[in-house]
């Protein structure tokens, strides 16, 4: 039972072009989320976050957008770049259960030149 | 890799052998996870530190015990590794507890492959 899904497993974009990752949670406890970002045979970075009491986090490029009456939130990253070319990871966390993580399965972006 | 370091990077071993892993830390926080990470399954948490001698269990910790004598280093063990444990496992670290903050954010190390046979 994944309270945190990630149903595109990968996704592939021109560079230049925008990439939007797609995320949704069932537990609507959750009050904060998170994007991380993974290298191979390196580990997660954080990426960016947004707590539930906004709708949208941007940073850069990365934009990151919560609808909480959908359970849903995005990763928006425009332009895309070569360099961006890894696993994200969201997650999420409430703090009613002591804020522990819970992650998504992830999503392999490619950005082709 | 902000001071983290994982050891060994990658482990063959066979069915029923003791696996140690070990995560060293340079930055002198406090509170210390293990995680590992399975296809479609993301990371999920085994054990986590709060402090020297405090550990706790996290979402999948049976077969796994891990110790914690010095703030730097924090062990996970497989008493007896079977090939559902076969992963990639990693450590974290993180200043504050998870519980105090949603914002507190995770420092991951390299990782530790780990193949049970």
């Known amino acids: 039972d994944q309270q945190v899904k990630q149903n595109s497993p990968s996704l592939s974009v021109q560079e230049g072009r925008i990439s939007i990752l797609n995320c949704d949670y069932t537990n609507s406890m959750f009050d904060y989320f998170l994007w991380y970002k993974k290298y191979p045979a390196e580990g997660p970075t954080f990426l960016i976050s947004?707590?539930?009491?906004?709708d949208k986090n941007e940073d850069g490029r990365f934009t990151v957008f919560l609808n909480k009456s959908a359970k849903h939130l995005s990763l928006h990253i425009v332009p895309s770049q070569p360099g961006d070319s890894a696993v994200y990871f969201c997650a999420a966390s409430a703090k009613a259960a002591g804020n522990k993580l819970t992650f998504g399965g992830g999503t392999r972006v490619l950005v082709k030149p | 890799d902000a001071g983290i370091t994982q050891s060994p990077r990658h482990k063959v071993t066979e069915t029923g052998t003791p696996v140690t892993l070990r995560c060293h830390q340079t930055e002198n926080h406090r509170y210390m996870y293990w995680y590992r990470q399975d296809p479609g399954h993301g990371l999920r948490l085994i054990h986590y530190?709060?402090?020297?001698?405090?550990?706790d269990k996290g979402e999948v910790s049976d077969g796994y015990s891990v110790s914690r004598s010095k703030t730097e280093d924090f062990l996970l063990t497989l008493e007896s590794a079977t090939s559902s444990q076969t992963s990639v496992y990693f450590c974290?670290?993180?200043?504050?507890?998870?519980?105090?903050?949603?914002?507190?954010?995770?420092?991951f190390g390299a990782g530790s492959r780990l193949t049970v046979l």
């Open positions: 530190s709060y402090g020297v001698k405090d550990t």
């Open positions: 974290a670290i993180s200043e504050l507890p998870l519980w105090q903050s949603g914002a507190n954010v995770l420092t």
């Open positions: 947004i707590s539930s009491i906004k």
